[in-house]
């Protein structure tokens, strides 16, 4: 899908965007998400086993937490990894985090730019930490009839020697379109991120990862 990157558009292109998007997404069959990793992984490692690292806010929603980790489990997996039964034992620990926001863009939308766009955006997911909640940015006019909503999703990974707590790999995967997407769209964005693993590569750089079918 085409990513939206500019949100004070005439109400034509909205309206005609919106019905290719709407058309698009009913047939889609990939996630096209930018990708950025940064690796100090040693060339002789193995992926061996991992345990999730989970901060105090993710401990305190335990629920969120098991969702954001099922959908990396899948990724984990295809890079090499196995998940530990026991997480004192396991030879690396990975942190996750995510984040969609949602958008809100406006046909009257001020055309000299006196007011930034009439719009308003929410945080549903916190970077590192869950972060569920309110957290309205600037806007007018919220629930306008003729919005059009798009949203911004990003993913991210940090891979830790456990017995050392270095840093030995971190990667960042981001997209935007017309739908959240949910989990699926977070479980391509996190297999994505690790793609090239354990190899740095270009920086950014745009990696498809198919969808399952829904």
């Excluded at 939206?4 to 997404?25: D, E, N, Q, T």
């Excluded at 940015?137 to 909503?149: C, I, L, M, V």
Aim: charged share 20%; net charge neutral; hydrophobic share 35%.
């Amino acid at each position: 899908m085409q990513s939206i990157r500019h949100r004070r558009l005439p109400a034509a292109v909205l309206a005609a965007s919106a019905l290719v998007a709407l058309g698009g997404c009913a047939g889609m069959r990939a996630l096209d998400s930018d990708v950025s990793s940064y690796s100090q992984w040693p060339a002789d490692r193995k992926p061996s086993t991992y345990a999730f690292e989970r901060l105090p806010s993710q401990q305190a929603n335990p629920q969120q937490q098991f969702d954001l980790e099922a959908a990396a489990r899948d990724a984990l997996g295809r890079a090499g990894f196995s998940e530990s039964s026991d997480a004192k034992a396991s030879d690396v620990t990975v942190q996750l985090g995510a984040r969609v926001t949602r958008y809100e863009s406006y046909p009257w939308g001020d055309p000299f730019g006196f007011y930034g766009g009439f719009g308003y955006g929410r945080w549903h997911r916190g970077y590192w930490g869950p972060g569920w909640g309110p957290g309205w940015g600037p806007g007018f006019g919220a629930g306008y009839y003729g919005s059009s909503t798009t949203y911004d999703r990003e993913v991210a990974v940090l891979i830790r020697d456990r017995k050392s707590g270095q840093p030995l790999y971190e990667s960042h995967a981001s997209s935007d379109g017309f739908s959240n997407g949910g989990n699926a769209y977070l479980a391509a964005m996190f297999e994505a991120a690790l793609k090239d693993f354990p190899q740095p590569a270009i920086n950014p750089r745009r990696v498809s990862i198919p969808l399952a079918a829904q």
